[in-house]
C-alpha cells in the first residue's frame, strides 16, 4: 500500500442492485459522502456486473472489505484520482442466451457471423431511455399525450442535473441546432 496514495480503486462486482444503491451503501459502510465514491456509468439491475470504481479517501484502517448480499469489491489497488461519470471507455459484455431447443447449426453460425459484423442494439433497462438523467417520467408524459415531436426532442435535448458534464454540453449544442 502506497501510503501518499489516498484513492482505492476497486471492482465492484453486482446483481440485483442498482449502481446508485450500491454506492450508497459503499459510502455510507466507510463512512464517506457519496461523491467519494466515482464510477463511469450505471451498470443493469438484473444482469451479474462488474465496473471499476475509485474511493476518495478510503479510510487505510479499514482491515477488509465488506460484503453484501447484493455485491461484493475485488482487485483492490491503491491510486490517485477519482473515476467519474461519463469517462466510460468502453463496455464488454458476455451474454448467456437459453432456449428450449438448440437452434441448428448453419442458423447460429450465420447469426453469430452477422453478430460479430454488425453488433446489435443494446435497449435493455432503464439506462437506455432515462437514466442517468431521470426523465422517464417526462418522456412517457409526451408520449402518452402524442406529443411525439417534443418527446423526440427531449429525448435528444433536454437537460438533467444528473447527467455526465460532457453529455449535458452535447445536449445544449444538440439544441442549438435541433431539428
Known amino acids: 500500500m502506497d501510503p501518499a496514495s489516498t484513492t482505492l480503486w476497486l471492482d465492484l462486482v453486482k446483481s440485483g ?31 451479474i456486473t462488474s465496473q471499476r470504481i475509485a ?12 460484503s453484501h448480499p447484493r455485491f461484493f469489491l475485488k482487485n483492490a489497488e491503491w491510486g490517485a484520482g477519482l473515476l467519474k461519470r461519463g469517462e466510460l471507455a468502453a463496455n464488454r459484455f458476455t451474454i448467456l442466451v437459453r432456449t428450449e431447443a438448440a437452434p441448428d447449426k ?13 453488433g446489435f ?9 432515462g437514466a442517468p438523467r431521470f426523465i ?3 418522456l412517457g408524459g409526451l408520449i402518452l399525450r402524442g406529443e411525439y415531436e417534443k418527446a423526440l426532442k427531449t429525448f435528444l435535448t433536454g ?3 444528473w447527467e455526465a ?15
Do not use: C
Open 17 to 47: 442492485i442498482p449502481t446508485l444503491a450500491a454506492i450508497q451503501i459503499i459510502a455510507k459502510t466507510y463512512g464517506l459522502p457519496e461523491a467519494a465514491v466515482g464510477y463511469a456509468g450505471f451498470k443493469d439491475d438484473i444482469a
Open 55 to 66: 474511493i476518495e479517501n478510503f479510510p487505510k484502517s479499514a482491515d477488509s472489505l465488506q
Open 106 to 118: 448453419k442458423f447460429r453460425k450465420d447469426e453469430l457471423e452477422h453478430l460479430e459484423l454488425d
Open 121 to 129: 442494439y443494446n435497449f435493455y433497462g432503464e439506462q437506455r431511455f
Open 136 to 138: 422517464n417520467q417526462a
Open 159 to 161: 437537460p438533467s442535473p
Open 165 to 179: 458534464e460532457k453529455l449535458s454540453e452535447t445536449r445544449s449544442q444538440a439544441r442549438a441546432v435541433y431539428p
